[in-house]
């Protein structure tokens, strides 16, 4: 990959008080909380808070267009553009800002493939964050750090607050991609998850333009017969959940390349959510919550050191940053072979769409490009209308270039290796409850091991989506949505809604669409 650097960056900060370099998780754990950033759990987790920021900012994400970009990046609402002088003049004031501050650095690298992985170079000021960091992204062995030259920096100072009338940004914070200068610049916000899509984004531009290797908002986990699958969908539709099966090995939770040997993951650790998490549902996101691991966002039990993951008072975003090994089965390294199974999640709060489903090439290409899912507007499904996320590719918040770019890489290597797709509904259905865990991994576990090779197919009346009639340890009403309602008549008014919903929103798509993929949309509405 290209490096081209104007400016000098870790050199450059050399005006900081004090600078650690690469400490160790432990050592990072006593700064934390030294620093006050922090307080230990009962189980040995770091507790830190975000700050007024729980989440990403997407409207505060901006590349900085130039002649890499200008042509390249599909300019709008998600790739909001910044001048490189802006850039630049940022860049020096957070620099001057760090005179006589204490700062973290850290070696890294994105990509568990050596022959796709870009070399990071973090700069935080909170230790916690270069935690974060450790954990997220990939370990150097200590010899590979001799002479290690990055490829790409972030500079992350959530202190630092930008000056909107003077830096050319909406707001305070920001988090600034430069693909010239090979940095992105954060500030005024402390959400660490704005470091790894930072990162993530950076890839979704350099892989598919320079490496001819597509990228993917998606989870990935390798069966006993040595089989990939990968797992696409937006936030809260269980990719990282769903990948972590006992049964299966862990090759990553989030972000994934596909390159002509098959997949690997960008990072090397896990960034789960944490509300409501039991060890009962999910014991191995529980057990990963221990010593070396950070908390972001959750409260502790009254007087005690106990986490209460039920306490949604800060945010429902509460979230767990680990290194992947303190999964029991994690893959390592993490590549995994051609995804001999997709599965699609979303999470479908008009309580339509099955749990399992299995797509033919067109409606999974007409799905990808779609990126559906929804949340529960009010306290009951059919009551309020759900707010729906139509997002192109499962992750169009954090893709440069235009969404048919991706969209064509991914179907050409379906066609290729005759990939089985499947669209899994891990949210509602006439029951106003969510989709039981345990069905949900029961389906996904009948996909995988071949057992819905076996049986009854029907295809679904408004989607065309072929729907099996049973499956090991999955009752019938729950295979077939419509039977979970108490009125078939309404069932179908929500199914029809949905459907014009899809159908709205590919309209935007239509005229990249062939035959096939627009055939692959809803049947009936
Ligand atoms: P992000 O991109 O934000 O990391 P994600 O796709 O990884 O999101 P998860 O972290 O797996 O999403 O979140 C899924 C949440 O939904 C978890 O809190 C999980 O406990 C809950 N959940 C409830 N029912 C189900 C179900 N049937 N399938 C999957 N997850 C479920
Ligand atoms: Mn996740």
């Known amino acids: 990959m290209t490096t081209q650097q104007t400016l000098p960056k870790t050199e450059m900060v050399s005006n900081a008080a004090e600078r650690f370099d690469n400490l160790s998780p432990a050592e990072l754990i006593e700064h934390a909380v030294r620093n006050g950033e922090g307080q230990l759990a009962e189980n040995g987790a770091l507790a830190c808070d975000t700050g007024e920021f729980t989440g990403r900012s997407p409207e505060d994400r901006y590349i900085v267009k130039d002649e890499i970009t200008a042509d390249a990046v599909w300019w709008g609402t998600i790739n909001i553009p910044f001048d490189t002088d802006k850039f630049d003049s940022l860049h020096r004031k957070m620099l001057d800002f760090l005179a006589g501050k204490r700062i973290y650095t850290r070696y890294a690298y994105a990509g568990a493939h050596p022959d796709y992985r870009l070399k990071l170079e973090v700069i935080n000021t909170l ?178 050191r106990a986490i209460d993951y039920t306490d949604r ?88 270039l235009h969404p048919t770019r991706y969209a064509e890489m991914l179907g050409e290597k379906m066609a290729k290796h005759q990939t089985n797709v499947w669209l899994i509904n891990t949210g509602w259905n006439g029951t106003q409850k969510r989709i039981d865990l345990k069905h949900t991994r029961a389906v996904i576990s009948a996909a995988l091991n071949g057992d819905l090779a076996k049986v009854d197919y029907q295809n679904h009346a408004f989607f065309g989506v072929s729907v099996p009639q049973s499956c090991p340890e999955v009752p019938n009403e729950v295979l077939n949505p419509e039977k979970s309602w108490k009125n078939q008549g309404e069932y179908d008014k929500q199914a029809k809604r949905l459907a014009e919903l899809f159908r709205e929103n590919f309209r935007k798509y239509e005229e990249f669409a062939n035959d096939e993929i627009r055939a692959g949309g809803p049947v009936k509405a």
């Open 127 to 304: 230790a916690w964050h270069n935690l974060f960091c450790h954990n997220l992204f990939l370990r150097p062995k200590p010899e590979e750090l001799n002479g290690f030259k990055p490829d790409f920096t972030i500079l992350c100072v959530p202190e630092f607050k930008a000056n909107p009338a003077e830096d050319g940004t909406r707001n305070e914070n920001f988090a600034i991609l430069n693909l010239s200068r090979n940095m992105i610049l954060i500030g005024g916000t402390a959400y660490a998850g704005e470091m790894k899509k930072g990162i993530f984004s950076v890839l979704n531009f350099k892989l598919p333009t320079e490496r001819a290797t597509l990228s993917m908002h998606a989870s990935a986990n390798k069966g006993q017969k040595e089989d990939t699958a990968l797992f696409f969908g937006l936030s809260g539709t269980g990719k990282t959940t769903l990948s972590a099966d006992p049964q299966r090995q862990l090759i990553g939770d989030d972000e994934h390349g596909w390159a002509e040997e098959g997949v690997f993951n960008f990072e090397g650790g896990c960034y789960a959510k944490v509300i409501d998490l039991s060890a009962e549902n999910e014991p191995q996101i529980y057990r990963a919550v221990r010593f070396g691991a950070v908390l972001e966002n959750t409260k502790f039990q009254e007087g005690s």
């Open 313 to 400: 008072s800060k945010t429902e975003n509460t979230r767990v940053a680990y290194p992947i090994h303190f999964i029991e089965n994690a893959l390592e390294p993490s590549v995994g072979g051609i995804p001999e199974n997709i599965f699609f999640l979303t999470a479908d709060a008009f309580g339509v769409l099955p749990p399992i489903s299995k797509l033919t090439p067109g409606q999974a290409m007409y799905h990808f490009i779609s990126g559906y899912t929804a949340k529960v507007a009010g306290t009951e499904v059919g009551v309020t209308e759900p707010q729906t996320t139509f997002s192109a590719c499962f992750g169009a918040a954090f893709l440069p």
